[in-house]
């Protein structure tokens, strides 16, 4: 059974950074695309940002230059280092695991950016 698990999100202050972790299990973690994706109320799930098995990395325009994603395979783990966050990153953050044929997905932290 696969499961992806997040972790890190909290409440933040505009200008602050948190760093979110989705620990994988169930799967061949380095074969699998990883991304991160967030929903906020009332909006649709958008890609945040996305890293393939050999590391190339994809942005939204929103986050560029303020986000980056990162893996270690040897831990199953991909990482979100978020920095100068403002109250429109608020949302849910979800992980979400990908190869051909499979699609996975996390349940969410949740991630709050207000003074």
């Known amino acids: 059974q696969v499961h992806l698990v997040e972790s890190g999100g909290g409440n933040v202050q505009p200008g602050g950074s948190l760093r979110l972790s989705c620990t994988a299990s169930?799967?061949?973690?380095?074969?699998?695309?990883m991304g991160w994706y967030r929903q906020a109320p009332g909006k649709q799930r958008e890609l945040v940002a996305s890293?393939?098995?050999?590391?190339?990395?994809n942005y939204a325009d929103s986050v560029k230059g303020r986000v980056t994603i990162s893996r270690e395979n040897a831990k199953n783990t991909v990482y979100l280092q978020m920095n100068s966050l403002k109250p429109e990153d608020t949302a849910v953050y979800y992980c979400?695991?990908?190869?051909?044929?499979?699609?996975?997905w996390g349940q969410g932290t949740q991630v709050t950016v207000s003074s």
């Open positions: 979400n695991a990908d190869r051909e044929g499979a699609n996975f």
């Open positions: 890293i393939t098995r050999s590391g190339s990395t």
């Open positions: 169930g799967i061949i973690f380095s074969i699998y695309a």
